[in-house]
């Protein structure tokens, strides 16, 4: 983590002071229960608690919403409620709520200063049980428990320097800080390590790049895994298809399924799939299918391609309704997708007059992938009409 030159500094000219005795317990303890009463705390608030904790901060001159900025956690303005209805000014200071109090506190600890996070911690860590997303500072507090003592932390001075020379230092609850310090004699880099830490044998996770649904993630992770699972399985639920049965029991003998806003929720969440792979392949911004389309079939009509044996979505397409100024109003095919596996085996040829006789002579919009502008260039159908206007079916 990088942190400017001059913090670094100051955190480790408090860890060279000798250490003195934090206020008593019942004082620590009546500062937490009316903080997280109140919710929030102002800037003197959180110094005095930190500062009655850890009294070598306070003497380095280091200001506690200064690192709350440094972690990134949320300073805000928070105001007394207004006594009267016409009241028009209001005056609030800047404040900071008790959760990331406690991602604070947690963080100092790790450093291997002798805060006490564990009474805020339970206070704090039984809302979160409700809570379906948890901040960084929520993440400090629930994993507290266990990862207490065994974490490491490292912190690089922003243009520290080049290091000369290295100390350790251990805390007398036995942090061990291992710094490197410049020509100049300041610290340029800091790692804290927990009294139970132990190196990993597990080799360092890594970014890497599925080559099949193209998402990257941290390999390695457990939990980036566990993400990248889900979100493989269902890209290549659709790029790799398998048999459905209850599109199977749907599937007639003309080889498509009709969707639109009526259709049930399945069916447009299969629409929807597929569109944002066409939108993904040619780079578009949004996918030009919605699972809650408000067209009604008048206006907006899609359609799910069965594989030859019924039992497969092969892919989709879907026509749109068109009312331009400078043209007469018609249907357009709006986009169409296939699965790999499926393409160039004359899915869109065995439909396309059908597609005629419904919709008429209907526009195929632009830009085309370079598989339509092939197919269109086999039945004579120009990219661009002599118009200027998107190219008509034949």
């Not at 912190?155 to 000369?164: C, K, R, T």
Request: aromatic share 10%; with cysteine.
């Amino acid at each position: 983590m990088m942190i400017s030159d001059g913090l670094l500094n100051q955190l480790w000219e408090a860890h060279k002071l000798p250490h003195r005795n934090a206020s008593s317990v019942v004082v620590t303890e009546h500062r937490v229960a009316a903080m997280f009463d109140a919710e929030w705390m102002h800037r003197f608030q959180l110094n005095d608690l930190v500062f009655d904790m850890e009294p070598r901060l306070a003497h380095c001159g280091i200001d506690c919403f200064t690192l709350a900025r440094t972690l990134e956690l949320p300073v805000r303005y928070t105001f007394s409620p207004p006594r009267r209805k016409t009241q028009a000014d209001f005056s609030g200071s800047e404040s900071i709520h008790v959760r990331d109090v406690a991602g604070l506190l947690i963080w100092l600890e790790k450093l291997g200063f002798a805060v006490e996070p564990a009474e805020l911690v339970a206070r704090v860590k039984p809302q979160l049980n409700a809570k379906r997303y948890l901040t960084d500072s929520e993440m400090f507090v629930h994993l507290y428990e266990t990862q207490r003592g065994r974490s490491e932390v490292i912190l690089d001075a922003q243009d520290g320097g080049s290091p000369v020379r290295d100390e350790v230092l251990t805390t007398f609850h036995g942090y061990r800080l291992e710094v490197r310090l410049n020509s100049e004699g300041r610290c340029v880099s800091l790692r804290a390590r927990g009294a139970r830490h132990r190196a990993s044998r597990k080799p360092k996770p890594f970014d890497y790049k599925c080559p099949e649904c193209k998402q990257t993630y941290s390999k390695g992770d457990r939990d980036a895994g566990i993400l990248h699972r889900r979100y493989h399985n269902k890209w290549m639920a659709v790029v790799r298809p398998g048999p459905n049965p209850k599109f199977s029991a749907l599937s007639t003998a003309t080889g498509v399924v009709q969707v639109d806003s009526e259709s049930p929720l399945w069916l447009r969440q299969a629409m929807y799939d597929r569109a944002l792979h066409f939108a993904r392949e040619l780079h578009f911004d949004f996918a030009q299918w919605d699972v809650e389309e408000k067209d009604g079939p008048d206006r907006c009509v899609g359609f799910l391609f069965a594989s030859e044996d019924g039992s497969t979505i092969a892919g989709a397409c879907a026509f749109r309704w068109r009312e331009a100024q400078n043209s007469s109003p018609a249907w357009a095919l709006q986009w169409m997708w296939l699965a790999p596996p499926y393409r160039r085996r004359g899915i869109l040829t065995r439909h396309w007059q059908s597609f005629i006789a419904r919709f008429g002579a209907f526009q195929l919009e632009r830009p085309l992938s370079a598989a339509m502008r092939a197919f269109a260039s086999r039945r004579g159908i120009s990219e661009i009409e002599d118009d200027g206007g998107d190219p008509v079916a034949r």
